[in-house]
């Protein structure tokens, strides 16, 4: 039996309405609040959360002597074009030349990583 559900996942960022829009644009949905936190609910999903953080220092990736705090899997079902779209909204490639794979990692406008992943249909 489960202690607990999980509520929402929080990032910590800079402008916490702004990288509620960066994803938003990623995966629809709408942004509230402003200031220190805001909510992005995704229809049909889990939401997301954005707190500001003073002092805000992204992760390093790849990193092997840091922490990369966590990070976000996007399945996806056209990398190329799931690509297009994230880099238009700021997102910043961090290992994405290897087309032969089925994962590419970015990280948003506050620098956490996220990965585009293809979708495996049988």
């Keep these: 039996m489960a202690l607990a559900e999980l509520g929402v ?19 629809g949905g709408t942004v509230e609040g402003d200031g220190e936190w805001a909510d992005l609910k995704v229809p049909g999903g889990q939401a997301l959360a954005f707190q ?23 399945v996806v079902e056209d990398l190329d074009a799931a690509e297009k779209g994230v880099l238009e909204l700021g997102a910043t490639p961090l290992d994405a030349e290897d ?16 990965c585009l992943c293809r979708i495996e249909r049988p």
């Excluded at 996942?9 to 995966?27: H, I, K, N």
């Excluded at 790849?62 to 996007?74: G, I, M, N, V």
């Excluded at 794979?101 to 990583?113: C, F, L, Q």
């Design 52 to 74: 500001a953080a003073p002092g805000f220092v992204p992760p390093k990736w790849p990193a092997p002597e840091d922490s990369q705090q966590f990070h976000l899997d996007l």
């Design 99 to 114: 087309r032969s794979r089925t994962w590419r990692v970015y990280a948003d406008p506050a620098g956490h990583p996220f």
């Design 9 to 27: 996942v929080v990032l910590d960022c800079p402008d916490p309405r702004a990288l509620a829009g960066f994803y938003a644009g990623v995966l």
